[in-house]
Nanobody, 121 residues
Framework: QVQLVESGGGLVQAGGSLRLSCAASGSIFSINAMAWYRQAPGNQRELVARTTSGGSTDYADSAKGRFTISRDNAKNTVYLQMNTLKPEDSAVYYC???????????????WGQGTQVTVSS
């Protein structure tokens, strides 16, 4: 089993900052990639940022210049530093990981339970 636990969401004023964390645990051999998605009411879930085991990063256009994804491989944890937050950033943010599991062939995708981010104007 693999579990992803997010934390760090909350209510902030426009222009403020939040730092989200996602810790992976369980029967993990390695993690190929970790990513942050978000979903606002009435919208589909969208990719915000992702990082690979090699350290490469990608961002949605809406996040570039404001958000930074980082990873602590020793802790199997990924972070999302969000600066200059806007009301349109309000959503439930979900962590995703692509995992090689111990003793099992192939790659598996897992989702966290989500953490609420609300940005007031």
């Amino acid at each position: 089993q693999v579990q992803l636990v997010e934390s760090g969401g909350g209510l902030v004023q426009a222009g403020g900052s939040l730092r989200l964390s996602c810790a992976a645990s369980g029967s993990i051999f390695s993690i190929n990639a970790m990513a942050w998605y978000r979903q606002a009411p009435g919208n589909q879930r969208e990719l915000v940022a992702r990082t690979t085991s090699g350290g490469s990063t990608d961002y949605a256009d809406s996040a570039k210049g404001r958000f930074t994804i980082s990873r602590d491989n020793a802790k199997n944890t990924v972070y999302l530093q969000m600066n200059t937050l806007k009301p349109e950033d309000s959503a439930v943010y979900y962590c995703n990981a692509i995992v090689k599991r111990v003793g099992i062939m192939g790659l598996y995708g897992y989702w966290g339970q989500g953490t609420q981010v609300t940005v007031s104007s």
